[in-house]
Each structure stands twice: as structure tokens, then as C-alpha cells.
T-cell receptor, first 116, second 111 residues
Framework: KAGVTQTPRYLIKTRGQQVTLSCSPI?????VSWYQQTPGQGLQFLFE???????NKGNFPGRFSGRQFSNSRSEMNVSTLELGDSALYLC???????????????FGPGTRLTVT | DQQVKQNSPSLSVQEGRISILNCDYT??????FLWYKKYPAEGPTFLIS?????DKNEDGRFTVFLNKSAKHLSLHIVPSQPGDSAVYFC??????????FGSGTQLTVLP
């Protein structure tokens, strides 16, 4: 079974530009979450989508946005890039089985974004 | 306010011995807890999870223990292998939604 895939793996942008990152979840998983990892702040939650609807949003400015398509694939967009947006952006898909008391979240390899 | 804390930034263990990684949380609403292993510049690899209705869950060499009254969980790896050397993150979730991560513990397994 294929894991979570993210494209591109690496990206270099300049300040003021915008960027779109893509994520394909594990087949059958309907929930997709995005996280930002930086050395100073660790892993921080950006937002979560389920059935094309944003269910949760972390404490990030409105420049960070996302969407989910009917096939569960998701994109996140960052507009007006700042130097501080340089980070590893991680996508995760989830499997929740409440009857078994089981919750698992699987991460993709990430997109390394560098803003110059 | 750090809701999930891993107070040990690093841990060294001899190969074959037990590794015990600890995690504390403050939010009593968390009901799912997950452990991940991470290498630099890669996504976290899911290891094992536990629901708040349980106090123990095992998967092969990995066992997670949950003490709800102390708001404490631990990951035991037995026996430890050099390939286990990585950063380990604990994470907590409320109602199977977003994860809140700890700051990680670097585990080094010495041959």
C-alpha cells in the first residue's frame, strides 16, 4: 500500500512569491493534516481537512491556506512568502477506528521550502 | 504553554538493553497518544499509539504505557538496536484531530 506522497520535495522561492505544495494521502484515508517543522518551533499544526472541508486550523496567519479535493488529495498555499516561512512542510493522513480505540496518523516525506 | 513535554533532550542506551522514553502532558482532554521516530529532513514514522481507555499497548519491540492520573506516557523499546537511533516524538490528540507534539528526544543506541 503506497504511503503519503508529497510534491515537490524541495523548493526555493524568493520573498514575496507564493507557493503551492501538494499531498496525496494513503488510499482510503479521508483526513489530511498539514504541519510545519522548524528548528526553533518544532512540529506545529497548520490545518486539517476532511471530506473537502477544513475541520481545524492552527495558529498561523491567513497567508497559509489549503484545500482538499474530492479524491482526498490536498494542497496548501503560502502567499507573500517571508524568510521565516523556510521550513519542512509535512502532510499526514489519518486512520481513525473508534470501535477499536485506534488512531494513527501517517506522515509523508515532507517538502523542504527555502525562502531567500 | 507547552501541552506536551519531553523533558529529556537525549538518551543513550547500550545495544540489547531497554530504552525508555518519557512524555508528560497537561491537557486532560487528550484521548489519543502517538509515538513517532524521525530522521533529519524526513517525515516522522508512526510507531505506536494508545487510546486513553487503555494503559498499555504493544507492537513487537515497542510498548507504550499510559498513566492518566499522572498525565504521563512512556515508550519502551526492547531490545534496543543501533538502527533505533533517531529522534523520538510523542504526540497527543483530542478526539482524533490535530496532533500536538513534544519537543523530541534524541535516542542513541551504542553498539
Amino acid at each position: 500500500k503506497a504511503g503519503v506522497t508529497q510534491t515537490p520535495r524541495y523548493l526555493i522561492k524568493t520573498r514575496g512569491q507564493q507557493v503551492t505544495l501538494s499531498c496525496s494521502p494513503i488510499s482510503g484515508h479521508r483526513s489530511v493534516s498539514w504541519y510545519q517543522q522548524t528548528p526553533g518551533q518544532g512540529l506545529q499544526f497548520l490545518f486539517e481537512y476532511f471530506s473537502e472541508t477544513q475541520r481545524n486550523k492552527g495558529n498561523f496567519p491567513g497567508r497559509f491556506s489549503g484545500r482538499q479535493f474530492s479524491n482526498s488529495r490536498s494542497e496548501m498555499n503560502v502567499s507573500t512568502l517571508e524568510l521565516g516561512d523556510s521550513a519542512l512542510y509535512l502532510c499526514a493522513s489519518s486512520r481513525f477506528t473508534p470501535t477499536l480505540g485506534s488512531y494513527e496518523q501517517y506522515f509523508g516525506p515532507g517538502t523542504r521550502l527555502t525562502v531567500t | 504553554d507547552q501541552q506536551v513535554k519531553q523533558n529529556s533532550p537525549s538518551l543513550s542506551v547500550q545495544e540489547g538493553r531497554i530504552s525508555i522514553l518519557n512524555c508528560d502532558y497537561t491537557n486532560s482532554m487528550f484521548d489519543y497518544f502517538l509515538w513517532y521516530k524521525k530522521y533529519p529532513a524526513e517525515g516522522p514514522t508512526f510507531l505506536i499509539s494508545i487510546s486513553s481507555i487503555k494503559d498499555k499497548n504493544e507492537d513487537g519491540r515497542f510498548t507504550v504505557f499510559l498513566n492518566k492520573s499522572a498525565k504521563h506516557l512512556s515508550l519502551h523499546i526492547v531490545p534496543s538496536q543501533p538502527g533505533d537511533s533517531a529522534v523520538y516524538f510523542c504526540a497527543a490528540s483530542r478526539s482524533a484531530r490535530q496532533l500536538t507534539f513534544g519537543s523530541g528526544t534524541q535516542l542513541t543506541v551504542l553498539p
